[in-house]
């Protein structure tokens, strides 16, 4: 059971009902938000409009992840949905995908293999190691000290 209208939005969208059993999921089955507050009512469909619109629908609940930043993550100017599953994900923080592999979505570049930036990350990538990007980089979303979106 859902809370408010969310039973009815889970009738017809039931990939989205599953999605939200997954064990990192927004609060909708536990009543602590529902479908209208990321959906607004008056909306087409329900969906949004811009990537900026669903930027600051999460952002009205996130506020800590609004900059601005001196160094802002490129990746938010796409959305936070290049990023993050937003009705649920088996991953922490309900990310599409664990660090590495996400990050290398975009931070890899095959010619200049475990190199990005100017950086080696020979040692970093090391899959026996099992290390991950955001235990350097921990500023994910921005930083005021480091272009590389370190702490200081």
Not at 1 to 13: A, P, T
Not at 100 to 109: G, I, R, S, V
């Amino acid at each position: 059971i859902f809370k408010g209208n969310s039973d009815n939005c889970m009738n017809c969208h039931t990939e989205k009902k599953f999605s939200l059993d997954l064990i990192y999921h927004h609060p909708v089955k536990e009543g602590k938000m529902d479908c209208f507050d990321c959906h607004p009512i008056h909306q087409s469909a329900g969906k949004m409009k811009s990537k900026h619109m669903a930027n600051d629908q999460c952002i009205k609940c996130h506020e800590q992840m609004r900059g601005p930043w001196v160094y802002e993550h490129e990746a938010l100017k796409d959305g936070c949905t290049v990023c993050h599953d937003v009705h649920g994900s088996p991953n922490n923080k309900m990310l599409k995908e664990n660090s590495p592999n996400l990050c290398l979505k975009c931070h890899f570049d095959a010619s200049r293999h475990q190199t990005i930036g100017i950086y080696s990350h020979t040692s970093p990538l090391n899959p026996k190691e099992r290390t991950n990007c955001l235990g350097c980089h921990m500023e994910i979303h921005g930083s005021n000290f480091s272009r590389a979106l370190r702490h200081r």
